[in-house]
């Protein structure tokens, strides 16, 4: 299973070089990759079906527990069926649709990817792996959605769908280190058996919160679903794929992959179940008021999003049955709808229903494909869709019984307006009088219009045999969710019951509405109205904010000045000294310890504090420097009193050299740099500070006198020194021989410097040469 | 500053004081100096050379460029740090010839070293101070 | 005299942190080689200090008969003294680059970096 994965990324990776090939009408040949994976994993049908869960294994970071772990279960199995079957479609729309596009190969670049990332969170068996895979789902996401990147509303949505995505996504890492942490695995398949230490863990309810989180913001669950609509500024095989099909259903698989894990809870029931059933109300409605034909689809892409969720809620064998259908049956409908919609905005330049009409004239496959698919979403009997919204019904009506009524309103007035927005979007453009404008539209390319009618036509041919897809895919991704073998038959008849009423009453409801409802841009604006209610609204407020606050504290932290940037610093470092202070105890002297003053010394150091004091004090360079050598021969006397000779002579020679190096160069600069101090405030604050670190660098090294000295290291130096070394000036053996190395390290850092000094100085730049 | 005082004193002081660098040079691994210090003094003695003759006089004086002692130096410390390599011992390990020899002592790899750290730093400090001050004048 | 020279420390580390934080560049140059002696001297308290015992052997010993000196820090000391001459020397010449280009040493005339400034 890795190289499914595998083959996806180096096509990706290989189409960086080679993708100039692939520009060309040529790159309709890409679409064998996803062929030859969708009959790999066609191939494995029959295995999974009967009941079995292939592994793979491949050692990754195996110290961390992650490695290369796959699962192939139905669950799996359905969404890989999924990602490749549609990709395939998608693929060759899209060789069509962006012809000529100077970026197609790395559109494609793009895509190949996604579709490796979307198999790898599928196929997953290691929840880190799947979180890995989930971030890269987001991030092609990104590219895809930013693909138009010279419009400025296309790097805006890309950035929010990212943002969101992401957000989401960092919140599931947390919640799934949890978990690991909670179960001591990460293996799915160990999670399973683990279940029950999970959701009796007093920090279930946050684990559910984190991992939750992320499943919602993938799969644009109310009130995050905004990004969603904003990403359909992709181009369009990206929105049928990802922004339908596949990506946001990832996180329906999510908590389809979790329901064995972490399901089963009241918390995790009622959570979906109010979730899912206000986003698919929100989101359905909503749908009717949009008249960008890519709106109306986005919206109701979210409420059968909502819908899922709310399957998955009920956590029955039934609607499990249901959700396992219907995403099947959204895929097919779905994807076609889109792809006719892209169709259209290419050949006639406009996605505006109030503006289209009549079709079917001009572009009669696509009306076909158009109307299959609007047939399929809406439930009429012979599509796929119908079993799906029986299948549905049939969940809320045999759920627990508190709920059952509500939840089969709430269900059938989401699936009316489904139909209406599924007519709005596959009839309405078709239907009607064919406004002059559109009365030249060509035909366009067979490979753009054979995919949807593909679509739409297995959306019939299941609808016909429903129990091939129930039995063979359906059936085990059910038992993935349930862990215990599922039996069922899928029949198109069920015979009169109140499920057949319920359908027949949302078909007809949902013609009717979309007869009455007459999209206007009116409507619009009346929705508009609203718009600082929702959820969008509060997230570009809170963006804003971020990024004031972002601006501020970047003009606050960086402002280009050295100053600003030290004092900082030296502040933060003084807190953290005083924090270390404060906690090691208290700070004593042991007088006795001591050695005691001599006349000598004690001058000296007040030499010492006269240089320091000069040094700080004098508006004169040339004292400055004067003060500074003289703090260097002073130290080199201190090192002669206390047994450091080598240093003495170092210091010596090298404060020498330091001054003539002063004497060099600051003497030909023209005359006293005056600059000013400051004003007096800043003064006392710099002093503040710096008086401040003096005494806390005083205390400190006070602190250390407290702690007896470890003299393994130099005891060992001093007595192998002749025996090993051959010499008897320890300070010099150190140096060249025990820790020589260094030494080697030090001239070749001394080298560097000289280097550094006489290429900025042979360096003529052409601005000095001017000046 | 071409003083004439100057001039005759630094004369005698140059090989007086590169006598000595190379003394404490030598005598380093026995009582303080050793090749740091060494090195410092006789570039010490070099920049009173340039003081009193001017820094282009000096530069005459040594024929090679000061920049050119730095590899050399540092091929010298670097032979020193692999010549055991050859002996079948590992980097570093002091090597050292049997008989002591009068006023050095111990001739050893350690030596050899020493002397590579003696040029890099002639070599570092003179060239650091003659660019800058054949660019200053 | 332990304390004189913590004290001693306290100074040279307060005044290098004050000449840091000036405008001028011949002055922090200044501050940073006063921090690097507070450090020094910081690193040779460590080590305890002691009078009149360089570690250096007698001519007629093999071994230290006595205490000595913590060679230690100084061999660290010693090449952190020849380091900073080259981090000194350097920032001279950066110094004087920056002046010859600006003409001036006011550190604040160099947060607005253009192309040719460079």
Redesign the interface.
């Known amino acids: 299973m890795l190289f499914t994965i595998l083959i996806g990324l180096i096509t990706s990776c290989l189409l960086i070089p080679l993708g100039k090939y692939f520009r060309s009408p040529v790159s309709v040949a890409l679409a064998l990759l996803p062929v030859i994976l969708f009959g790999y994993f066609v191939y494995h049908i029959p295995q999974v079906s009967s009941g079995e869960t292939l592994y793979e294994s491949t050692k990754w970071v195996p110290s961390l527990g992650i490695n290369f772990d796959f699962r192939l279960d139905g669950l799996s199995l359905l969404f890989s069926l999924l990602i490749t079957g549609i990709g395939s479609l998608i693929f060759v729309y899209a060789s069509s649709y962006l012809k000529g596009h100077p970026y197609l190969d790395r559109f494609y670049g793009y895509l190949c990817l996604f579709m490796s990332a979307m198999l790898g969170v599928v196929l997953s068996d290691n929840i880190l792996l799947l979180f890995i895979f989930w971030e890269l789902t987001s991030i092609s996401s990104f590219f895809l959605i930013g693909f138009n990147n010279d419009s400025a509303v296309s790097r805006k949505s890309a950035l929010t769908a990212l943002s969101m995505t992401g957000l989401g996504g960092f919140l599931l890492l947390a919640g799934m280190v949890l978990i690991g942490e909670m179960a001591g695995t990460y293996s799915i398949g160990e999670l399973i058996n683990a279940s029950g230490v999970i959701t009796e863990h007093p920090l279930y309810p946050l684990v559910l919160g984190l991992v939750l989180m992320g499943a919602f913001t993938k799969s644009a669950q109310f009130p995050f679903h905004f990004w969603l609509p904003g990403a359909m500024k992709a181009p369009t095989p990206v929105s049928a794929y990802l922004h339908s099909a596949t990506m946001v259903k990832a996180g329906i698989f999510l908590m389809a992959r979790f329901t064995p894990i972490l399901g089963g809870t009241p918390l995790w029931s009622y959570t979906l179940l109010i979730v899912g059933g206000v986003t698919m109300l929100y989101a359905a409605v909503h749908s009717l008021f949009r008249t960008d034909l890519k709106g109306v689809l986005a919206y109701s892409t979210i409420a059968v999003l909502g819908v899922l969720t709310f399957l998955i809620g009920l956590g029955t064998e039934e609607a499990f049955i249901a959700a396992g259908t219907f995403i099947i049956a959204h895929a097919l409908y779905k994807a076609s709808l889109f792809l006719v919609t892209g169709v259209i905005d290419y050949q006639t330049g406009t996605r505006d229903i109030t503006r289209l009409g009549g079709l079917r004239k001009v572009l009669f496959p696509v009306f076909v494909a158009g109307t299959l698919a609007a047939l399929s979403s809406a439930g009429l009997p012979f599509s796929f869709g119908f079993i799906g919204k029986d299948l549905i019904y049939e969940a809320t009506l045999t759920a627990g019984d508190p709920l059952r009524i509500l939840l089969t309103v709430v269900a059938v007035i989401a699936n009316i307006c489904l139909v209406a927005a599924g007519f709005m979007a596959g009839i309405k453009p078709f239907a009607g009088a064919l406004p002059t404008q559109f009365a030249d539209v060509k035909m366009p390319s067979a490979l753009v219009w054979i995919p949807p009618l593909i679509l739409g036509l297995s959306g019939f041919a299941l609808g016909c045999f429903p129990d091939l897809a129930g039995q063979y895919i359906v059936a085990p991704t059910v038992s993935a969710l349930t862990v215990e073998p599922v039996e069922f038959t899928l029949k198109i008849w069920h015979g009169f019951n109140t499920v057949l009423l319920l359908s027949g009453i949302t078909i007809i409801a949902g013609t009717v509405v979309y007869l009455f409802n007459k999209p206007a841009v009116s409507k619009i604006a009346f929705v508009e109205r609203f718009n600082s209610y929702t959820p969008h609204y509060f997230f570009q407020k809170s963006w804003i904010t971020f990024r004031r606050f972002s601006v501020w504290y970047t003009g606050f932290m960086h402002n280009g000045f050295l100053r600003s940037y030290l004092i900082k610093i030296i502040i933060f470092a003084e807190i953290l000294l005083i924090y270390e202070l404060v906690k090691g105890g208290p700070i004593y002297i042991d007088y006795g310890k001591l050695i005691p003053v001599s006349v000598h010394e004690g001058i000296n150091v007040l030499i010492l504090l006269g240089a320091i004091y000069l040094t700080v004090t004098t508006t004169s360079r040339l004292t400055a420097v004067v003060g500074t050598s003289i703090i260097g021969y002073a130290i080199c006397l201190m090192f002669v009193f206390y047994s450091a000779?080598?240093l003495a002579?170092?210091q010596f020679?090298?404060d020498?050299?330091t001054v003539?190096?002063f004497v060099?160069?600051l003497f030909?600069l023209p005359s006293f740099l005056v600059v000013a101090h400051g004003n007096r405030s800043i003064v006392i604050r710099d002093a503040l500070v710096a008086g401040l670190f003096g005494i806390l660098l005083s205390l400190t090294a006070i602190k250390v006198l407290q702690v007896p000295t470890v003299k393994d290291i130099s005891e060992f130096y001093g007595k192998f020194a002749y025996s090993?070394?051959?010499?008897?000036?320890v300070?010099?053996?150190v140096?060249?021989?025990f820790r020589?190395?260094d030494?080697?390290f030090e001239?070749?850092v001394?080298?560097i410097?000289?280097?550094g000094?006489?290429s900025l100085?042979?360096l003529r730049l052409k601005t000095s040469e001017k000046d | 500053m071409k003083s004439p005082i100057l001039q005759s004193a630094s004369r005698y002081l140059l090989p007086i004081l590169l006598l000595f660098s190379v003394f404490?040079l030598l005598r380093?691994?026995?009582?303080?100096?050793?090749?740091?210090?060494g090195g410092?003094?006789a570039?010490?003695a070099f920049?009173l050379h340039s003081f009193a003759f001017g820094t282009a006089e000096s530069m005459k004086m040594l024929k090679y460029k000061p920049?050119a002692i730095?590899?050399v130096?540092?091929i010298v410390?670097?032979i020193a740090?692999f010549l055991p390599v050859l002996f079948g011992l590992p980097v570093?390990t002091?090597l050292?010839i049997e008989e002591p020899i009068p006023v050095v002592g111990?001739i050893?790899s350690?030596l050899l070293?020493?002397i590579?750290?003696y040029l890099?730093?002639i070599?570092?400090?003179l060239?650091?101070?003659f660019?800058?001050?054949l660019?200053?004048h | 005299m332990e304390l004189l020279l913590v004290f001693l420390i306290g100074a040279l580390y307060a005044s290098g942190v004050y000449l840091i934080l000036r405008r001028s560049m011949v002055r922090l140059l200044l501050g940073i080689i006063l921090l690097g002696n507070g450090t020094n001297i910081l690193i040779f308290l460590l080590g305890t200090i002691t009078k009149g015992k360089?570690p250096?052997m007698a001519?007629n010993l093999e071994v230290f008969e006595d205490i000595y000196a913590d060679p230690i820090p100084q061999a660290l000391i010693?090449t952190a003294i020849?380091i900073s001459?080259?981090l000194t020397?350097f920032a001279?010449?950066l110094l004087?680059r920056v002046y010859a280009l600006l003409g001036t040493d006011d550190l604040d005339t160099l947060n607005t970096p253009q192309e040719e400034d460079i």
Request: proline share 4%; aromatic share 10%; charged share 10%.
């Open positions: 000779p080598d002579i170092t020679t090298i020498t050299l003539v190096l060099f160069v030909n090993l070394a051959k010499g008897k000036n300070v010099n053996i140096l060249v021989d020589g190395f030494t080697m001239i070749v001394l080298s410097s000289a280097i000094v006489y100085i042979k | 404490l380093g691994h026995y009582y303080p100096g050793g090749g740091f210090v410092l003094v570039a010490i920049v920049s730095i590899p130096g540092l410390a670097a740090m570093m002091g050292w111990m050893g350690a070293f020493d590579g750290v890099v730093v070599g570092v400090v060239t650091i101070l660019t800058i001050s660019e200053t | 360089p250096v001519a010693l020849v001459f080259g020397s001279i010449v004087k």
